[in-house]
């Protein structure tokens, strides 16, 4: 931490979506300040002032294509950007052995066990929902799932705005992953996240998934438990990516004194 107690910051792809907002919710937040906002080499943004980006007042924070001097001057990073960005950032972040918060989606098998490795040096909290409301929703999923038991059909739908480039999403796949951790199986063996034409009847145990995009949409989840006669649904809406970014930034804070390790949403949140 810096002399003056306030940990120091750097969001990643500061440009984005996300990004703005994680500049965002760091100007607002106490216990922290943002160090660096970083975007990748030739982008626009480059030289800019992250506050103004952000649609803020300027804060002094040009945004540089250099993460490396700004990890070794920062207590932590805020990371929703893209896959092999992400792997990079984790590579960074550990050697400089700081907090990184990733919220990036679409990771590959191979993608988290890079991460996995990086944890031994770094703390990451990683999630693919950073809302208090999906997290808890996760935790009633779990339950829910092994009360009902697997005469309940249990099917994910989730929708999203049209520039989303992966799917399902990260909250699908945690509540995926909930719901399975319920009935005691692994999510993989029972996952269906495509169905065209003539499919054949449904299998039981199955995981199922469907994706819709369009719009302006923020994020929209359902878990659906179908059983003979009965549905029970549990739903969440995001109305703001606001609440991403201040779940984000509460993981760094939490994150700073623990010890290295890959932590989650539930871990900080306590679920
Ligand atoms: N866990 C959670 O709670 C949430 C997760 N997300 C996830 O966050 C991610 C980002 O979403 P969103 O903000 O909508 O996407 P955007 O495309 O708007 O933002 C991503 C930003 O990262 C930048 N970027 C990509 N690669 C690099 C790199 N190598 N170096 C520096 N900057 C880079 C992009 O730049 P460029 O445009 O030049 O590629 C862009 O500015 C997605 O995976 C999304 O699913 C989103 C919301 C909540
Ligand atoms: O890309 C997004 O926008 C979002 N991504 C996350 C996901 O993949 O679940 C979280 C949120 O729903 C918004």
């Known amino acids: 931490m810096s002399e003056t107690n306030s940990m120091r910051l750097v969001v990643v792809g500061a440009e984005g979506r996300m990004g703005r907002m994680l500049v965002r919710a760091v100007a607002e937040a106490e216990g922290c300040t943002l160090a660096a906002a970083i975007e990748r080499e030739g982008a626009s943004a480059l030289g800019h002032d992250a506050g103004t980006l952000a649609g803020l007042p300027p804060l002094g924070v040009a945004v540089t294509d250099d993460p490396l001097a700004a990890f070794a001057a920062a207590d932590g990073v805020l990371d929703f950007t893209a896959p092999a960005a992400t792997v990079h950032f984790a590579e960074l972040a550990a050697q400089a052995r700081i907090?990184?918060?990733?919220?990036?989606?679409g990771?590959?098998?191979?993608?988290?066990?890079?991460?996995?490795?990086?944890?031994?040096?770094?703390?990451?909290?990683?999630?693919?929902?950073?809302?208090?409301?999906?997290?808890?929703?996760?935790?009633?999923?779990?339950?829910v799932a092994a009360t009902l038991g697997a005469e309940f059909d249990i099917e994910i739908s989730e929708m999203h705005h049209r520039m989303k480039v992966d799917a399902p999403s990260g909250t699908a796949l945690l509540l995926g992953e909930a719901a399975a951790e319920g009935r005691g199986v692994d999510l993989p063996s029972v996952r269906v996240s495509t169905r065209d034409g003539h499919t054949g009847a449904r299998k039981p145990g199955d995981i199922?998934?469907?994706?819709?995009?369009?719009?302006?949409?923020v994020g929209d989840h359902s878990v659906i438990f179908a059983g003979a006669g009965e549905t029970l649904t549990i739903s969440h809406h995001?109305?703001?990516?606001?609440?991403?970014?201040?779940g984000a930034v509460k993981?760094?804070?939490?994150?700073?004194?623990?010890?290295?390790?890959?932590?989650?949403?539930?871990?900080?949140?306590?679920?």
Do not use: C
């Open 99 to 105: 907090v990184h918060v990733i919220g990036t989606t």
């Open 107 to 143: 990771l590959s098998e191979d993608d988290l066990a890079k991460l996995k490795a990086a944890s031994y040096h770094a703390r990451i909290v990683r999630s693919g929902n950073m809302s208090l409301g999906v997290n808890l929703m996760a935790a009633l999923v779990r339950k």
């Open 208 to 217: 199922g998934f469907a994706t819709l995009r369009g719009g302006s949409v």
């Open 238 to 246: 995001a109305a703001d990516r606001g609440l991403f970014a201040t």
């Open 251 to 271: 993981a760094a804070l939490w994150a700073q004194p623990k010890p290295p390790g890959l932590y989650s949403m539930a871990d900080v949140l306590d679920l």
